[in-house]
């Protein structure tokens, strides 16, 4: 017979058992396994949250360098799925709230007290960051984020395909639809531009000579000229010569590397794989103009971090921020370049980067250089969706593009008025 | 060797004495007993229901941008605002329509089902399994299957494969609103998360039926078939069909999970629960309107329910009627 025989069992003994589990729950959570970082650092805890990085290594690299700070316990909560933003915005509502976070620089963040101001941290090492970094976080002179990476998006392309096609790289909307077309085949479509399209909006509006917010912070994208762009757009949409509904989203380079278009947007952080996928048989251009009052553009898009104005620990939080973002260059500089390519916002940095001062790498710097467009802090979430809706509407859905763009203007004001009175 | 027993001889043991000792104090108050199994549950149906009702019709009076705490109040300006949005109140007409189509739909499919399975002769438990399993799978994942799997846009996706062999071109079924073949994607995803669960609630009201009713129609000379089902085995499934309905149009109105990862960021197909996600989370973080928006929602959907049950008949409903 088993020691344990049902009469140990009894209804009394699995009650005693129950209460002692679930007195022992609270005591089991100030165990190790209770997401805080097993560094070795003092009493204090700092949480950060970061979205996950499609790039092989990027969370280790980001725990590695929380490891070696010996002044606070770093933990790290890498955050997957596609919507981050509307975790981060619930977490910070509550008592969990991360003590950093990146994200981008947004000033309904400033202007609600979510995010510090860490102009004293950044202000003795200011001129050695890209200025438009510096300008793209600053509200009323002070500075209320640390960049990270710059992210230039532009084109890709296969290099054997335009010339078997007879293709030249374009250098207006026009002529990209036209390649697109001539690049199409059976299994090939000849372009990828995402399958929302949302990636280029903001290229679009740049492209057309427009903006999105004017230096007065009045929208600037309701032109005829980003009017017109869309119904060019919408050309490529239906012409079937568009890949659509792809597996994975423009910011994987799989639609190029498989071999399911010719043309891809996507971002600099991909070219270490699509080099190794196709070698020398890859080349880039920026977005091309929509008409003659326009100019190719890039988008210089990134992660910068912020510290959570309403944390607990906001002079130890700063702290690390300084150590990892201003002080620790080689990790800044492994960041930047030792995963997916970046280019780092402190020039310093940028200069001394080799894996970016030649080939292709250098190319898209010169891009970033030449036709980049960066954040702009009073460019917020809802205008951004404004923005989508337009595109929903007219490139995807044939609406009036004119009629779209007055809906939007009208949705960013309201905000804009909510923002800055 | 056996025994035999007259059946009417046969008597039913006496029941054992009661020795069970005179309950004392608490133990043996039915008051504290009701409390102590009904009081953990009322406690957490407070705290994480009602409370957060309350607050949310609370809150919707008042200007609540990034932060849940009210304030300004603003009367019925947030409840303004979502009327004049036309996204929310195209979602509530959207999910209307939705609801008068997949309602009836997931309700047929899932009896036919459920009457397959219980003529079964052999392997019920088999097709039983089959029929259910989906229904333990989640709502994210399914959609991640038939978005990226079967219903992707390129060559190699399995729905695209099975148009090619007979010469039709890839069809983008998500990405490309007109025409809509994303109700395709979704109501398929639906109908195969959902029919399981309500088919096992048919067959097991099925299995109540008594077989004297379907004997006494043979012998009045009703026909099997649809004569039988139209007027015994539907009558007697009214109950169910009733609570059926009710937790599909429920289900209907509080869709989210597929629609939210098949349809990313559409102005199309969206419904209410994902607009006002996007109100009060990642784009706008207005929780005043978003709550204004969720009393409406809850209101159209008691409205509605109240209406299907004037209809079909709240609580007249035990399986005989």
Redesign the interface.
């Known amino acids: 017979m088993s020691a344990m025989s049902s009469s140990n069992w009894d209804r009394r003994s699995v009650l005693r058992a129950a209460a002692g589990l679930a007195a022992l729950g609270p005591l089991a959570a100030c165990g190790s396994n209770n997401g805080r970082g097993g560094g070795s650092g003092s009493g204090t805890n700092l949480t950060q949250y970061f979205h996950a990085y499609g790039e092989a290594g990027t969370e280790q690299a980001i725990k590695r360098y929380a490891k070696a700070y010996d002044k606070a316990n770093v933990s790290t909560q890498w955050i997957t799925g596609?919507?981050f933003?509307?975790k981060l915005?619930?977490t910070l509502?509550t008592k969990n709230a991360p003590d950093l976070f990146e994200f981008h620089p947004q000033i309904?963040l400033v202007?609600?007290g979510?995010v510090a101001d860490l102009t004293d941290i950044i202000e003795p090492v200011k001129d050695d960051f890209n200025q438009a970094d510096i300008q793209s976080h600053t509200v009323d002179g002070k500075i209320y984020g640390v960049r990270m990476i710059d992210d230039p998006q532009f084109f890709f392309y296969r290099k054997s395909m335009l010339e078997k096609a007879n293709v030249a790289v374009p250098q207006t909307l026009d002529e990209l639809i036209e390649a697109a077309a001539k690049l199409t085949t059976s299994?090939v479509k000849g372009a990828f531009l995402g399958?929302?399209l949302?990636a280029v909006i903001n290229p679009l509006i740049w492209s057309a000579g427009a903006d999105t917010l004017d230096a007065q912070n009045q929208p600037a994208f309701n032109t005829d000229g980003v009017a017109e762009g869309l119904k060019k757009l919408r050309k490529l949409?239906t012409s079937?010569d568009l890949?659509?509904?792809?597996?994975a989203d423009y910011w994987d380079p799989s639609a190029l590397d498989q071999g399911?278009c010719a043309i891809q947007f996507c971002g600099m952080w991909a070219m270490p794989t699509m080099q190794k996928a196709l070698g020398d048989d890859l080349g880039i251009f920026p977005f091309p103009k929509v008409n003659d009052a326009g100019k190719p553009s890039v988008y210089n898009g990134g992660w910068s971090m912020f510290v959570n104005a309403k944390g607990k620990n906001v002079d130890a939080a700063k702290e690390y921020v300084k150590w990892l973002w201003i002080e620790q260059k080689k990790y800044q500089e492994d960041w930047a370049t030792s995963y997916g390519f970046h280019i780092p916002p402190r020039t310093s940095i940028a200069a001394s980067a080799t894996k970016l001062k030649s080939g292709l790498p250098a190319e898209g710097v010169k891009l970033f250089t030449d036709y980049g467009h960066f954040d702009n802090i009073g460019w917020t979430?809802?205008m951004?969706?404004a923005t989508?809706?337009v595109f929903?509407?007219t490139v995807?859905?044939?609406g009036d593009p004119k009629a779209s763009l007055d809906k939007a203007e009208k949705t960013v004001s309201a905000e804009l008025k909510?923002l800055f009175g | 060797m056996s025994t035999t027993t007259k059946l009417d001889l046969a008597r039913p043991a006496p029941a054992k004495a009661s020795k069970a000792r005179p309950r004392r104090g608490l133990r043996g108050s039915p008051t504290f007993n009701f409390w102590l199994f009904t009081g953990p549950f009322l406690i957490g149906l407070v705290i994480f229901v009602y409370v957060p009702i309350g607050w949310s019709i609370w809150l919707s009076f008042f200007e609540a941008r990034f932060t849940v705490t009210p304030s300004k109040f603003i009367g019925f300006d947030n409840y303004r605002f979502m009327l004049d949005n036309g996204n929310f109140t195209g979602a509530l007409l959207t999910f209307t329509v939705f609801a008068a189509f997949i309602v009836p739909t997931t309700w047929a499919l899932s009896l036919g089902l459920a009457m397959l399975v219980n003529r079964l002769r052999f392997m019920r438990a088999f097709f039983r399994s089959v029929f259910f399993l989906p229904t333990a799978c989640s709502y994210v994942a399914a959609s991640l299957i038939w978005k990226m799997s079967i219903f992707n846009g390129v060559r190699f996706g399995l729905a695209n494969t099975v148009i090619g062999w007979f010469g039709v071109e890839n069809v983008a079924w998500l990405a490309n609103p007109d025409p809509p073949w994303y109700w395709l994607v979704i109501v398929s995803a639906r109908l195969w998360l959902q029919s399981g669960f309500y088919m096992i609630l048919f067959l097991a009201a099925l299995q109540n039926i008594p077989q004297e009713l379907y004997e006494a129609a043979a012998i009045d000379g009703a026909k099997p078939g649809w004569q039988t089902f139209r007027h015994i085995t539907l009558p007697q499934l009214r109950a169910t069909s009733t609570a059926v309905i009710l937790l599909l149009l429920v289900a209907a109105y509080q869709a989210f999970d597929e629609f939210f990862n098949l349809l990313a960021k559409t102005t199309w197909g969206r419904p209410p629960l994902v607009e006002l996600y996007y109100m009060a989370l990642g784009q706008n973080q207005d929780y005043g309107a978003g709550s204004a928006g969720a009393v409406m929602l809850t209101m159209l959907i008691v409205i509605v329910t109240l209406f299907q049950g004037k209809i079909m008949g709240f609580g007249k409903g035990d399986e005989s009627k």
Do not use: W
Request: without cysteine; negative net charge.
């Open positions: 596609s919507d933003e509307s915005f619930a509502l309904q202007k609600s979510q299994k399958n929302d949302h949409f079937g890949l659509l509904d792809a597996p399911l979430q809802a951004i969706t989508e809706n929903a509407d995807r859905k044939n909510k």
